[in-house]
Nanobody, 124 residues
C-alpha cells in the first residue's frame, strides 16, 4: 500500500519551531517531487513549499520565505519541513504530497499522492 505519513506537528508558541516529517511507505520517494501544503479552518488548501526529485530546486510561498526550509533524505525515504519563527497565521493542518514527474510545484492539483496531515497550532 502506497502511503505518505506526516508527523511532527503540535502546539508551539509564537516564535517557536517545529520540524515536520513526511515518510513514504510502499514506494520510494526517489524520483518524486515533494510538496508541502496547509489548510486552515474555513480556507482553501494552499501551497507552502516544494522540492524537486533531485533536491536541486525548491520553492516557497511568500508567506513562509526565510522562515521555512524544505529538504529531503532519499536514503531515509523521508522529506522534511523545518519551520522557524512560527506565527499564529501558520496554524493549519499540514499535508505532504508526492508526484512522479519530479518537478517542484506548489499546485494542489499537480500531486498524485497525499498524506493524511498533521496539525500545527501556533499560540500567540
Amino acid at each position: 500500500q502506497l502511503q505518505l505519513v506526516e508527523s511532527g506537528g503540535g502546539l508551539v508558541q509564537s516564535g517557536g519551531s517545529l520540524r515536520l516529517s513526511c515518510a513514504a511507505s510502499g514506494f520510494s520517494l526517489d524520483g518524486y517531487a515533494i510538496g508541502w501544503f496547509r489548510q486552515a479552518p474555513g480556507k482553501e488548501r494552499e501551497g507552502v513549499s516544494a522540492i524537486s526529485a533531485s533536491g536541486g530546486m525548491t520553492t516557497y510561498a511568500d508567506s513562509v520565505k526565510g522562515r521555512f526550509t524544505i529538504s529531503r533524505d532519499n536514503a531515509k525515504n523521508t522529506a522534511y519541513l523545518q519551520m522557524n519563527s512560527l506565527i499564529p497565521e501558520d496554524t493549519a493542518v499540514y499535508y505532504c504530497a508526492a508526484d512522479r514527474r519530479g518537478i517542484a510545484v506548489e499546485l494542489v492539483t499537480y500531486y498524485d499522492f497525499w498524506g493524511q496531515g498533521t496539525q500545527v497550532t501556533v499560540s500567540s
